[in-house]
C-alpha cells in the first residue's frame, strides 16, 4: 500500500502545486478510500476518491461547455454541501477562481460581494440563493447563469438564467462521450496548470466595514496545507465533519485544502440543526469548533447534568472532579500516582467515555479551537475528558495558520507558537505581524487597503495586540486598534473585560466600553438557553429575550457575575482600574442580520457604539433606566421597530488586591 | 463505492383516476343529527381535484362534524356523498383511509412515546401489503418492503424539514413541530383526499407561516386534494382556492375568497348579529 502510493507519487513529475493535481494523484493513490460522505434521506452516502474524481470531472468539463474560462471569477453559495466542494475543485481544474460566499448573508450583502468580484456565474445551494440573487439581479449586471443543486421549489421557475448542477453534469458527460480526448485535454490542463494561478477569493467577514477579497494563490495554499497537515500527522485515515460556513478560511482550509493534501474524508452534515447528530455518528478524528461550541457543549452538559437521576449526578460530579485533578496531566504524560490513574481508568469506563461519545468526539485525535479567548474552565473541561484540544491563532489573509500549539505544550491563555514556517514578530508598538507560506496576494481590487495591511518589509500587520510569554507562545491581547485608556490613565482592553465576563455561562456576548471615558461600563446579552432553563426551573416565566432580560432577579444573577469579575480584574494591577462599574442588560440579542455581529459571530464594536449611542450615554450619566426604540431586520429581510425600557445597574469597584499591588512592586 | 439507495415509489398522492378539476368528493343534501341535537343541516358542496377547500365558520357551526362524516367516522342521517364519482352512505373510517382520505385532528393525536418516524411509518399502514404472518416472519419481504416505506417516510421528513428529529419521541417536541409530525403522518399515507382540522392552532405567526408554505407545497408539489378546516381567516383567505361557510349546521357562503368575504351573511355570522330562529 505504502509503496504503491510513494510509486504514484513518484511518478507523478509535475510539481504538486494546485489542488486539483492533488485531485488526480488522489484517485490514483487512495482509490477506493472515501473521499467525501453525505447524509441524505437518512443514509450515508459516500464517495471515493475516484467517484470524487469522476463527479468533479463531469461537472468541470460542464462548466466548460458553458463557458467558463480561466482566471474568471464563480460564486458559489450554500452550506456543506459535497456539490458545492466539487465545483470548488471543478473550478479550479479550469483555472477559474471560485468566490465562496456566507450561505446566510442577506440578499444586499450577497449582491455587493458578487458584484465586487465581478462573478460570471453562480453555483448555489438551493431555491432560498437563486431568490436572493434573481431579487438582486440588477445590481449584478455580470452575473450569467445560475446552477442550483437542490431542485425542491424551482420548478416553476423561468428557466432561461437557471440549469441543475445534475444537468451541466450530463453536458460534461455528454461531451466526454461524443469526443473521446476530452477527458485527457481536460487533465492535461490541469497538470500544465501554474502554482501562481489562483486558488480561492475568500472575503473577510468585514468585522471593520465592509467584506475584502482576499486573494490566495495556488501554491501557497498547497504549501500552507501541506505544512500543517503535517504538524498534525493527518492522514487519509482520518476524518472530519464540515460543519462550518462554507465561505470561511477555516472551513475551506481545514476541511478542503487539508483534505487534499492528505486524502481524509469530509463529512457534510444533513443539515444545521442535525450537526449534533452527525458528529455523534461520524466520530471525526480531527475536529475544529470556535470556543462558543464548546460553550455550548459545556452548557448542554451541565442542563442534562442538573435533570439526571441523583447517582449518575453524583457519578458524574465525582468523576468530572479526578479528571479535573489528573486528566490533562494523563493527556500530557506527566507524572501521575497510581491512585490518581486506577481512578482516571474508571472515570474513562463510567464517565468520560460515554459522554465523549454522546459528543461526537470519541476518535478525536486533534481538535483545534481559535477565533476568541477561550476560558481556562472551558478548555480543561475538554482536555481533562482526554480529548487534545488545542489553540492556534490565525486570519484570512494568512490562509489561516500563524501560531499553534504543540501536543504536550498547550495552554488556555496562549494560542502557541509561530506554525510551521511561518516567521512570527511584534512590531514596536505591540502588533502581531507575520510571514508565511500561506499568506495573500493581495485584496481583489483595493490595493491601497493591501498596502496598508502590509508592512515595507513585506510582513502582514494583523491588526492585534500581543505579545510573547516565557515559553515562546503567542498572547493576544485585543485588537490594537481597541486597546486604550481610562481617563484614569489606566490601561482598558475591552475584549479581556468582556472575555472575563463571558466565561459565566449566563452570558452570551459582551460589549465594554471605556476608552477616553471615567469608567468601564457594559452591555450584557444573556444566554437564552442557560437563563431560560434557570428560569424554568424556578418557576419563572416569560415570553421573549426581551421580557426575561429585563427580569430583576435576571438582574441580580448578572450583577453577582459583574460582582465577581470586578474581584477577578482587581486582582491583576494592569487591569484593575477596568473593573466594570455599571451595566445594562441589552433588550435585544445582538444579530448579525441587523449587522451587530459579522458572519463569523464576532461584534461589530463601532457599529454597535453609534447603533446604541443613547444607551451608552445613560450608562455614563448616571441615570438608572432608559427608554429606547430599536430597528430591527427580520430574516425576510422585512424591518421593524422593538421599543423597550432598559434599566442601567450599578456594580461594586475593589479596591487593587494588596497581594496584587506586593506582585507589582517586586 | 456509493450506494444509493432504490428510488423509491413515494409519489405524496396516489393516482385516484380524477383529473385535475374534476369533482373529486361531492356532498349533497348532508344532514347529521345526535338525537335532537341537529350539526348538519340539508349542507352541499363538492370538493374539486386538485384544489384547497377550505370550511370555515364560528364556533359549533359543524365543521368538523363535516369532516367527520367525510372520512366516515359519522354516517349522515340524510343525504349523499360520492367520492370518486361512487356513491357511498355507511362506511367505515378505515375504508375511508384505504380509499385515500388521510386526516389531522384538532387535538394532536400522535403516539407520544414513538418517534417521528415511527409515527410516519404509522401513516404508511394502509400501504403494506404483507400480512401478519410476514411481518413476523420478517426476513425476505416484509424487510425489502418496509425498507421501501421508510426510504418513502424519509422522503417526508426532508420535505417537512424535520431531519433534526427524525430519532426523538414525540411528546417531547414542542407543538408546532407535533403538527408538522401529524401532518407527515397523513402524507404518508400519500392521500389523494387530505383533511387537515385546525392545522395552524396555537401556532405563532412564524409557524403559521411554516405551516401555510407546506400545505401550499403538498398541494403544488403533489398534486395533492386539500379540504381544510382553520380559524385564521387571512390564512385562510390566502391559502385556500374555495371556502365553504357553516353557520349552525348551515351552508351560508361558498366561493372563491373574496366571494364570500364580501358575503353579508358571512359577515353577519362572524359579526354576531342575532338569528332569527
Same mark, same amino acid.
Given at each position: 500500500m505504502v509503496r504503491g502510493r510513494n510509486q504514484a507519487l513518484a511518478e507523478h513529475k509535475p510539481k504538486l502545486d494546485t489542488f486539483p493535481k492533488y485531485l488526480l494523484l488522489n484517485a490514483e493513490r487512495f482509490g477506493d478510500l472515501p473521499a467525501m460522505r453525505h447524509k441524505s434521506f437518512g443514509i450515508w452516502q459516500s464517495w471515493s476518491w475516484k467517484d470524487q474524481l469522476e463527479e468533479v470531472r463531469a461537472f468541470s468539463i460542464g462548466l466548460e461547455t458553458l463557458g467558463v474560462k480561466h482566471g474568471e471569477r464563480v460564486a458559489v453559495v450554500g452550506a456543506n454541501r459535497p456539490r458545492l466542494y466539487w465545483t470548488i475543485a471543478a473550478l479550479q481544474c479550469l483555472g477559474a477562481v471560485p468566490v465562496p460566499v456566507y450561505a446566510d448573508a442577506v440578499a444586499e450583502e450577497l449582491a455587493y460581494v458578487l458584484d465586487h468580484a465581478g462573478v460570471k456565474l453562480a453555483v448555489v445551494q438551493d431555491q432560498e440563493q437563486v431568490d436572493k440573487l434573481l431579487s438582486f439581479s440588477e445590481k449584478i449586471p455580470n452575473l450569467g447563469m445560475i446552477i442550483y443543486d437542490e431542485t425542491r421549489g424551482l420548478g416553476d421557475y423561468d428557466h432561461s438564467r437557471l440549469v441543475s448542477f445534475t444537468d451541466v453534469q450530463e453536458s460534461g458527460r455528454k461531451s466526454m462521450a461524443a469526443d473521446s480526448s476530452a477527458a485527457q485535454q481536460w487533465e492535461d490542463t490541469i497538470l500544465a496548470a501554474s502554482g501562481d494561478d489562483i486558488s480561492i477569493m475568500l472575503y473577510t467577514s468585514g468585522t471593520t466595514g465592509r467584506s475584502k477579497g482576499v486573494v490566495i494563490g495556488a501554491a501557497a495554499s498547497v504549501e500552507a496545507a501541506c505544512d500543517t497537515a503535517n504538524f498534525d500527522h493527518l492522514t487519509e485515515r482520518d476524518s472530519v465533519l464540515a460543519y462550518l460556513p462554507l465561505a470561511w478560511v477555516g472551513d475551506h482550509y481545514l476541511n478542503y485544502a487539508q483534505g487534499y493534501v492528505s486524502g481524509f474524508c469530509v463529512n457534510c452534515p444533513e443539515g444545521p440543526e442535525t450537526v449534533t447528530q452527525d458528529l455523534k455518528e461520524i466520530g471525526p478524528t480531527f475536529y475544529f469548533a470556535p470556543p462558543r461550541v464548546f460553550e455550548g457543549l459545556l452548557t448542554m452538559v451541565t442542563i442534562r447534568m442538573e435533570d439526571a437521576g441523583r447517582v449518575k449526578k453524583w457519578l458524574f460530579d465525582r468523576f468530572i472532579a479526578v479528571a479535573r485533578k489528573h486528566g490533562e496531566a494523563i493527556l500530557e504524560g506527566r507524572p501521575v500516582p497510581l491512585s490518581g490513574r486506577i481512578a482516571y481508568a474508571l472515570g474513562r469506563v463510567f464517565v468520560y467515555g460515554p459522554l465523549k461519545n454522546v459528543l461526537g468526539l470519541s476518535k478525536v485525535r486533534v481538535a483545534y479551537t481559535a477565533g476568541e479567548a477561550i476560558g481556562e474552565d472551558l478548555f480543561s473541561f475538554f482536555r481533562s475528558l482526554g480529548i487534545n484540544l488545542k489553540q492556534l491563532y490565525g486570519q484570512t489573509e494568512a490562509f489561516l495558520y500563524v501560531t499553534c500549539q504543540k501536543d504536550g505544550a498547550v495552554r488556555a491563555d496562549a494560542v502557541g507558537p509561530a506554525a510551521p514556517n511561518v516567521d512570527l514578530r511584534i512590531s514596536a508598538d505591540g502588533e502581531v505581524q507575520f510571514r508565511s507560506? *500561506?499568506?495573500?496576494? *493581495?485584496y481583489y481590487l483595493e490595493d491601497a487597503k493591501t498596502a496598508e495591511a502590509m508592512t515595507e518589509d513585506g510582513y502582514v500587520k494583523t491588526g492585534d495586540a500581543g505579545f510573547f510569554d516565557k515559553d515562546g507562545q503567542l498572547r493576544i491581547i485585543d485588537r490594537a486598534k481597541d486597546v486604550g485608556r481610562l481617563n484614569s490613565g489606566a490601561l482598558f482592553s475591552p475584549k479581556y473585560v468582556e472575555n472575563v465576563l463571558k466565561f459565566f455561562p449566563n452570558i452570551k456576548e459582551v460589549v465594554a466600553f471605556g476608552d477616553n471615558r471615567d469608567f468601564c461600563a457594559v452591555f450584557i446579552n444573556i444566554d437564552l438557553q442557560a437563563v431560560g432553563n434557570w428560569a424554568e426551573r424556578n418557576n419563572i416565566s416569560y415570553a421573549s429575550y426581551q421580557e426575561l432580560a429585563g427580569h430583576p432577579l435576571v438582574y441580580e444573577i448578572i450583577a453577582g457575575h459583574v460582582d465577581d469579575t470586578n474581584r477577578k480584574l482587581c486582582k491583576e494591577p494592569m487591569m484593575a482600574g477596568a473593573q466594570v462599574k455599571r451595566f445594562l442588560i441589552l433588550h435585544k440579542e445582538l444579530d448579525a442580520d441587523d449587522g451587530e455581529l459579522t458572519r463569523t459571530q464576532k461584534v461589530r464594536r463601532s457599529y454597535i457604539a453609534e447603533r446604541y449611542g443613547e444607551l451608552i450615554e445613560a450608562l455614563y450619566d448616571g441615570s438608572t433606566d432608559k427608554y429606547v426604540e430599536t430597528e430591527v431586520t427580520y430574516e425576510d429581510g422585512r424591518k421593524g421597530k422593538i421599543h423597550a425600557t432598559v434599566r442601567i445597574a450599578d456594580a461594586t469597584v475593589y479596591d487593587v488586591a494588596p497581594e496584587a499591588m506586593q506582585e507589582a512592586a517586586e | 463505492m456509493n450506494m444509493q439507495p432504490d428510488a423509491s415509489q413515494f409519489t405524496g398522492a396516489r393516482d385516484d383516476g380524477i383529473a385535475k378539476g374534476e369533482v373529486l368528493l361531492d356532498v349533497r343534501n348532508v344532514s347529521l343529527a345526535f338525537g335532537g341535537v341537529k350539526a348538519i343541516t340539508d349542507v352541499s358542496f363538492d370538493i374539486l381535484k386538485g384544489e384547497i377547500r377550505a370550511i370555515i365558520g364560528p364556533n359549533g357551526a359543524g365543521k368538523t362534524s363535516m369532516l367527520n362524516v367525510i372520512n366516515g367516522f359519522y354516517t349522515p342521517q340524510e343525504g349523499t356523498i360520492t367520492y370518486r364519482g361512487v356513491p357511498r352512505r355507511a362506511m367505515r373510517t378505515t375504508d375511508a383511509a384505504r380509499q385515500g382520505v388521510a386526516r389531522t385532528f384538532q387535538n394532536i393525536a400522535l403516539f407520544k412515546g414513538m418517534s417521528t418516524l415511527d409515527n410516519i411509518m404509522t401513516g404508511r399502514i394502509t400501504l403494506q401489503k404483507r400480512n401478519l404472518f410476514w411481518q413476523a416472519l420478517w426476513k425476505g419481504p416484509a424487510e425489502r418492503e418496509e425498507i421501501q416505506h421508510r426510504r418513502a417516510v424519509e422522503e417526508i421528513v426532508d420535505f417537512l424539514e424535520i431531519e433534526h428529529i427524525r430519532k426523538t419521541p414525540v411528546g417531547r417536541l414542542p407543538y408546532g413541530l407535533q403538527k408538522r409530525v401529524e401532518l407527515g403522518r397523513a402524507l404518508a399515507a400519500e392521500p389523494s383526499l387530505l383533511l387537515l382540522d385546525e392545522p395552524m392552532a396555537g401556532m405563532n405567526l412564524e409557524e403559521k407561516e411554516d405551516m401555510s408554505r407546506f400545505i401550499l407545497d403538498v398541494n403544488h408539489q403533489f398534486g395533492t386534494t386539500i379540504a381544510l378546516i382553520e380559524h385564521d381567516m387571512g390564512v385562510v383567505m390566502d391559502i385556500s382556492d374555495r371556502i365553504v361557510v357553516l353557520d349552525y349546521g348551515r351552508k351560508i357562503g361558498d366561493g372563491k375568497p373574496d366571494e364570500v368575504a364580501k358575503n353579508q351573511d358571512v359577515i353577519d355570522a362572524y359579526l354576531g348579529v342575532p338569528h332569527d330562529e
Open positions: 507560506p *500561506g499568506m495573500f496576494k *493581495g | -
